[in-house]
């Protein structure tokens, strides 16, 4: 993707949430600068799993890793079980970024890894970042989702 006048690769990795996935998760974050954890806003089950995948997350890096928490179905939002307001708080508790999409109709999808680019190591000077952003340290941009 180009940020700015600068092009900006992204590797990304999808576990899908698949709990025989959770053996490799140091394998596939060693290198990483960026998790992205991935539930359903019409599931509030996969909404209380992102604790463990984000606890998987901080266990291998520590605070090593960018980690966006991604609110995704919002197409469905007339059966919307987890609302924008808990999505948010998550994250703040937790030193994430956070963002609702849609993958299936598009919405925020480019916005979403426009954000990632963004808050990617040596990109201070490419659009705004979160303040707890800065204190990563560069590695490989990665993005590894679960959902």
Known sequence: MYLEDRTVRLQLWDTAGQ?????????YIRDSSVAVVVY??????????TRKWIDDVRGERGNDVIIVLVGNKTD??????VTTAQGE??????????IETSAKV?????QLFRR????????????????????????????????
């Open 76 to 81: 469905l939002n007339d059966k919307r079980e």
């Open 19 to 27: 709990e025989r996935f959770r053996s490799l998760i140091p394998s």
């Open 40 to 49: 359903d806003i019409s599931n509030a089950k996969s909404f209380q799993n």
């Open 89 to 98: 708080e998550e994250a703040k508790k937790n030193g994430l970024m956070f």
């Open 116 to 147: 990632i680019a963004q808050a990617l190591p040596g990109m201070e000077g490419e659009g705004n970042r979160g303040d707890n952003q800065s204190l990563f340290p560069p590695a490989h941009p990665t993005i590894i989702t679960w959902s």
């Open 106 to 110: 598009g919405h925020n999808v480019k």
